[in-house]
């Protein structure tokens, strides 16, 4: 006899836990739906949402990045050419910000008048 167990903690009978049934999971109640699908689960996360909403906005200011580098020019530069302040530029470019409209046609605008000069 085991001095460790008690009459509170028996271990089930091997004829109980095959009822053909899967074993219920500690942290999942038997009465609990399912987990909600990836998809679902995508959905509801309002980072993915936000990341989805300015996925178009990522791609401008990667593209105005990479032609500044491309080009050599500094930030001050680069803000005097848009029009826009060097600290408002400098917010976007490192993604704490995001453009907004107006703001956004000037960086499209820039980058469009750049490439053609390339």
């Known amino acids: 006899m085991n001095p460790f167990t008690s009459a509170r ?3 089930p009978n091997v004829s109980e836990t095959t009822t053909g049934s899967p074993p219920a999971r500690p942290w999942q109640m038997s009465g609990e739906a399912e987990a909600p699908s990836q998809t679902e689960q995508q959905e509801d996360d ?7 909403r300015y996925e178009s906005k990522r791609r401008l200011i990667r593209d105005a990045k990479a032609l500044s580098k491309l080009r050599k020019i500094t ?4 803000a005097e050419e ?7 530029l400098e917010e976007w470019l490192q993604f704490r910000r995001m453009p907004q409209a107006p703001s956004e046609a000037l960086l499209r605008l820039w980058l469009s008048r750049q490439t053609s000069l390339f």
Do not use: N
């Open 82 to 88: 848009i029009g826009v302040p060097r600290r408002t």
């Open 75 to 78: 930030q001050r530069q680069m």
């Open 46 to 52: 309002p980072r993915l949402v936000a990341m989805e």
């Open 9 to 11: 903690h028996t271990t």
